[in-house]
DNA sequence: GATTTTTTGTGAAAAAAAGTACAAAAAATG
DNA sequence: CATTTTTTGTACTTTTTTTCACAAAAAATC
């Protein structure tokens, strides 16, 4: 089991990687990587001997073969359904957002109890959260976003623990009661900002 | 000097002294505060002991006094605004964000390249990016969110830190390599949500 | 092909974070 | 008002994470 704090890390890697190769290398050492992400060559080079990826002495570590292992941890190669459960502000700029559509995932609907969103002009469906449990058995969704009012929150995440949802990206600022099967992931927009207001 | 990560735990702790507050409380136990927001009752009181905040024994911390101190590491009670560089997707979505109205942090304007924004139907100003330097300094805006493409994000950045931003929230997927004295904070969507999918 | 240089890989040490345990305080009870 | 109960505050222990240090491998040089 890989601690959140080295997934997080790997990912972060993996954006390092993708720069160095559109600047047109196919080798890193690890004090590039390291200096491109902001950490020690040495946690560098720890986190990929621990999912045992190997580099060759002197030689580095091969761009494609560390961005392959690193798409392996995320299962980039099999299927990566994701539903949105609210439609707002939050919501909806995630069922535009690029990022995941470049990652293959897919965003298979989203939801949310106002009929006015129930329109062909959103980028993804959007139906009424009553059809939640038939959209994710239909597709087998094991992923889904929490971008609600936070007094729906957690019935919202009932329901989709309920259908079969494995893991939850949630945005409403409430901390959800799930059971140990169920992993949540949780982006507070708000509190991100204000950390920084330590600072200032 | 306080960690992010403890920071980022008062923040949580805020949310659920709010709701606590809704609930008619005005009193927590740390074991109340620590089931809410998913962590031990002794890092809860070691939190607070942290920053000085003292509870009564027996009759538990007062709800009021701990968001009056919480609120004060955060500097709630000064000025607090923001920009928003890249009025895209997220920009747009985070000029929106009710959220940062109601702790009392304004959104000055919104910077973006594209004139087709520069329109009065936004919730606030947009201009082009020439115009960062003059707002700033005419705000003292310390705290920017960059939500540009990643291609644009250092240029954007050193453009803020050269203006007197001190503080950065950067949605980008790239590192941006800051003078010592900017603080910068890292959300990035995609990892955010991929990190999920090593649990399904 | 021997030597030097560079870089990985990993044990050992250090630092940071979290958990345990309990004395001290204070409210509640008898 | 003495005793019991409850909860804070903090020293101490354990665990986790990071850094240090260096042997081993391999490319480059002589």
Same mark, same amino acid.
């Given at each position: 089991m890989i601690s959140h704090k080295i997934l997080k890390r790997f990912l972060l890697y993996r954006i390092c990687l993708h720069k160095f190769q559109r600047l047109g290398f196919t080798k890193v050492f690890s004090y590039n990587l390291g200096e491109e992400a902001g950490v020690t060559a040495e946690q560098v080079r720890k986190d990929f001997s621990l999912l045992g990826i190997k580099g060759s002495k002197r030689?580095?570590?091969d761009i494609e073969y560390l961005l392959l292992e690193i798409n392996n941890i995320f299962k980039q190669n099999g299927e990566r359904y994701v539903i949105i459960v609210g439609m707002g502000n939050i919501g909806q700029a995630l069922a535009n957002y690029q990022g995941f559509r470049e990652n293959k995932?897919?965003?298979v609907a989203g939801f949310d109890l106002?009929?006015? &969103?129930?329109?062909? &002009?959103?980028i993804i469906p959007v139906h009424h959260p009553d059809k939640i449990d038939e959209i994710v058995r239909e597709y087998g969704v094991k992923t889904a976003i929490i971008a609600v009012p936070e007094a729906a929150g957690q019935e919202v995440c009932d329901r989709l623990v309920a259908s079969g949802i494995r893991a939850v990206l949630n945005f409403s600022p409430i901390i959800l009661h799930v059971p140990e099967h169920v992993t949540v992931n949780y982006v507070n927009l708000r509190n991100e900002l204000e950390s920084l207001f330590y600072y200032t």
């Open positions: 030689g580095g570590y995932i897919i965003t106002d009929p006015s &969103k129930y329109t062909r &002009k959103n």
